[in-house]
């Protein structure tokens, strides 16, 4: 444990050196935004979301938490590796919320997400096999598992299997509308091929899949999905486009999205249209933006301000919605972050409104 | 200094296009955001098609709909009966989504429920859950046979 923790925080300075300045990083945009990496700097996943690899590991554990605990064995790292070519990782948050409609107010306790991760390095820095298992909320469920080919000419990559379609920001919260309405979300994965290339600041991921979003092909058309963008230190642009055919109809998917730091400032942004075409003819276009901003207080400490926009039909006048998410997260240590959030989702006249208190408590390593 | 001052702009700009965007007035809309005269749901009965304007429409196809809906799985109007009645869940095989007469048997049922056995998280997800009237007619519906009626 004691060599590796030397190797791994020999290599974290050295990467830290090397690569573009940053100040903290995890499993959420913004902090990526904020850094001015890439998802596949710290996650195994190329277009981010689930395991950490052994940097971002490194990173969660030293420069995260507000503060470092001892594991007791007088150290206080923990490396993941629990063989030589295989390694772990888990999430688990559980909330208790407040929820409150026209109708009802709810105190639910429930888990938002429990996952393990586990990856081989069949071949170092070429090839690895990658799950990503739902333990929680029901009965256990595969979210991901893939091949990862990596270090193929021009820096660029396959992933074959089971995994998340690439498009937009891949963010945590799934009801989200940007993630919710577009269908790109953790609750959706899909099989397929991607194929992605990043040489210097360019960041490309395309992929095509059966467009069943996990259950069995019912048709010869496929979907592909994927996005470019451009990542540098302080600002990021990038475009996403999707198009998938099938038995219920066909939908189209663009955007834009991108993100910039000033200081101890993080903002981010997406805007996507979305075309659904069912064979009935009665087309329906959506629109959905979303903005972020986000506040580094001091190590560990960040607070958080999210609007969600949605358009459920554009040819019908006066039926928009939008949320407001407001909260503040906080690293406590290495394996322990404790939120708070309030979010209000403001609906039609008809509909109501609802409001939201939510205490999250998330494990992970 | 000069660098917290564009930043204090910066916030209070985004800040203020945060308001500018907002919900709609629902004009001219029904309680499900429709416009009025294309017919609501009326009052839920437990028959498919009350079920299907008053539930499936408004809440589930928010998700489930289009040819992304998750699993395939589409509860628009015209898709829903072929997805529901008789066929295996892909979460659970074993289960119905909707076997005719067995609500406690139906997978749909139990999604909706919270119950245990289910893979993945309560229906609706991320919204609140139904009321035990919907859940009720949607009960009633499968016991009487899941008619498409």
Redesign the interface.
């Known amino acids: 444990m004691r060599n590796t923790q030397l190797v791994v925080l020999t290599a974290l300075i050295g990467l830290c050196s090397l690569g573009p300045s940053s100040t903290d990083l995890a499993a959420e945009p913004y902090l990526s935004v904020r850094t001015g990496l890439r998802c596949s700097v710290c996650h195994t996943n190329m277009t981010g979301g689930g395991k950490r690899n052994a940097f971002g590991s490194i990173y969660a554990q030293t420069r995260l938490p507000m503060m470092v605990t001892s594991l007791g064995d007088g150290g206080s790292f923990m490396a993941t590796n629990i063989a030589d070519i295989l390694s772990i990782g888990a999430d688990l948050r559980a909330r208790a919320s407040r929820?409150e409609?026209e109708?009802?107010t709810?105190y639910p306790f429930?888990i938002e997400e429990g996952n393990l991760y586990v990856e081989a390095t069949l071949i170092r820095d070429r090839l690895t096999f990658y799950v990503d298992e739902?333990f929680a909320?029901?009965?256990?469920?595969n979210r991901e598992v893939f091949a990862l080919i990596k270090g193929l000419p021009g820096e660029s990559y396959l992933k074959v299997g089971k995994f998340f379609l690439p498009y937009g920001f891949r963010l945590l919260d799934?009801?989200e509308f940007i993630r919710?309405?577009?269908?790109f979300n953790f609750?959706?994965s899909d099989l397929g091929v991607e194929f992605g290339l990043e040489p210097g600041p360019l960041s490309v991921a395309v992929a095509v899949t059966n467009?069943?979003?996990?259950?069995?092909e019912?048709n010869n058309d496929k979907?592909f999905s994927g996005f470019a963008a451009v990542v540098f230190p302080r600002w990021r642009v990038g475009v996403s486009g999707?198009r998938?055919?099938?038995?219920?109809?066909?939908?189209e998917a663009f955007g834009a999205f991108g993100g910039f730091r000033?200081?101890?400032?993080a903002?981010l942004g997406e805007y996507d249209f979305?075309n659904?075409d069912?064979?009935?003819g009665r087309r329906g276009d959506q629109t959905v933006?979303f903005?972020e901003?986000d506040l580094l207080v001091t190590q560990g400490l960040n607070l958080k301000?999210a609007?969600g926009?949605l358009d459920?039909?554009r040819d019908?006048?006066?039926?928009?919605?939008?949320r407001?998410r407001v909260g503040a997260e906080h690293f406590i240590t290495q394996f322990l972050q404790a939120s708070v959030y309030y979010s209000r989702l403001?609906?039609?006249?008809?509909?109501g409104d609802?409001d939201e208190l939510t205490f999250e408590l998330h494990t992970f390593f | 200094m000069r660098s917290h001052a564009k930043a204090l702009v910066l916030v209070v700009l985004w800040l203020v296009g945060l308001t500018i965007a907002c919900a709609g007035s629902g004009e001219g809309l029904d309680e499900f955001g429709n416009p009025l005269g294309e017919g609501g749901g009326g009052e839920l009965q437990p028959t498919f098609s009350s079920i299907q304007a008053n539930i499936f429409t408004p809440i589930c196809t928010q998700c489930h709909a289009g040819a992304s809906a998750p699993l395939s799985f589409s509860l628009q109007a015209g898709f829903s009966y072929d997805h529901l009645v008789g066929v295996p869940s892909i979460e659970v095989p074993e289960l119905l989504r909707v076997d005719p007469g067995q609500p406690d048997d139906s997978y749909l049922v139990m999604k909706i429920e919270g119950a245990p056995g289910i893979t993945g998280g309560r229906m609706p997800l991320g919204l609140s859950p139904l009321s035990a009237e919907q859940i009720a007619a949607i009960r009633a519906w499968i016991a009487d046979g899941a008619l498409e009626n």
């Open positions: 929820k409609t109708d009802e709810l429930d739902e909320p029901g009965n256990p469920r799934d009801t919710q309405r577009t269908g609750d959706n467009g069943t979003q996990g259950a069995a019912n979907q999707s998938n055919e099938g038995e219920t109809g066909d939908r000033l200081g101890r400032f903002f979305i659904d069912p064979p009935d933006a903005v901003g301000v609007y926009f459920p039909d019908i006048g006066e039926n928009s919605r939008y407001v403001e609906d039609i006249p008809q509909v609802q």
